[in-house]
């Protein structure tokens, strides 16, 4: 089946550095990728929507300078968080669309537990 | 406004019995609606699809039910395991590659 991984799978950092998550399909092309927040017993808000070679398309509230996405290739997205501050502390998810699924089925990574101290 | 809501926060039941989750939406047209299931600290994996012009799908212990006219969908999960025990999501396709996701049912199954 289709399989995302996500890495890293933790990261700690200080205030004001920045952080890349990388997000890849290891067994099909992802035409697609989507980029997720989501903050404890809450839904996933969509961040941003990548097609590979073109600029992400974010959803509004999202600012752009803020969260990075580069979708470089058809199995590769990144989210670089620039300038981290504390409430930038989530959880970072992002999935996959593409190859055989239908219906545009999404296939989620394992997520990014970021903490901005 | 669009809004998802999903039935309870938390679900307790009995092992054995049948868990029943719903989903209600409003001011959504969506051509499908999917469930997920989420673990704490891992990302959703998908279970189940249904079209509009669905009425029911089933795999293994798992049916979905698909009312439009109502904006509804019940997940059931009959002859509840232990391991059943996780966080649903509903999740509606809205269009242009968007999907919409409940905040999602926590289910706790009891031994």
């Known amino acids: 089946g289709a399989v995302v991984s996500q890495h890293p799978s933790r990261v700690i950092c200080k205030s004001g550095t920045s952080v890349k998550i990388e997000c890849r399909s290891l067994d099909f092309q992802a035409t697609t990728m989507f980029w997720y927040r989501q903050f404890p017993k809450q839904s996933l808000m969509l961040m941003a929507t990548?097609?590979?070679?073109?600029?992400?398309?974010?959803e509004q509230g999202v600012e752009k300078d803020k969260f990075l996405i580069n979708h470089a290739s058809l199995t590769l997205s990144t989210l670089t968080v620039t300038s981290a501050h504390p409430e930038d502390s989530s959880f970072y998810i992002c999935?996959?669309?593409?190859?055989?699924?239908?219906?545009?089925?999404?296939?989620f990574g394992p997520g990014t537990r970021l903490t901005v101290l | 406004s669009q809004k998802i809501e999903q039935n309870s926060e938390a679900l307790n039941i009995q092992e054995g019995k049948t868990a029943t989750l719903t989903c209600n939406y409003t001011?959504?047209?969506?051509?499908?609606l999917q469930w997920y299931r989420q673990d704490p600290g891992r990302g959703p994996v998908f279970l189940l699809l249904i079209r509009e012009n669905e009425k029911e799908k089933r795999k293994e212990r798992l049916k979905v039910t698909f009312d439009t006219t109502l904006k509804q969908s019940l997940f059931h999960i009959t002859a509840s395991q232990p391991a059943d025990s996780a966080t649903y999501l509903c999740?509606?396709?809205?269009?242009?590659?968007?999907?919409?996701f409940g905040a999602g049912t926590r289910l706790f199954v009891k031994a």
């Open positions: 990548s097609n590979e070679g073109s600029k992400a398309t974010y």
């Open positions: 001011n959504y047209s969506p051509a499908y």
């Open positions: 999740a509606l396709y809205t269009g242009g590659f968007k999907t919409i």
């Open positions: 999935s996959a669309s593409g190859g055989e699924s239908s219906y545009n089925e999404q296939f």
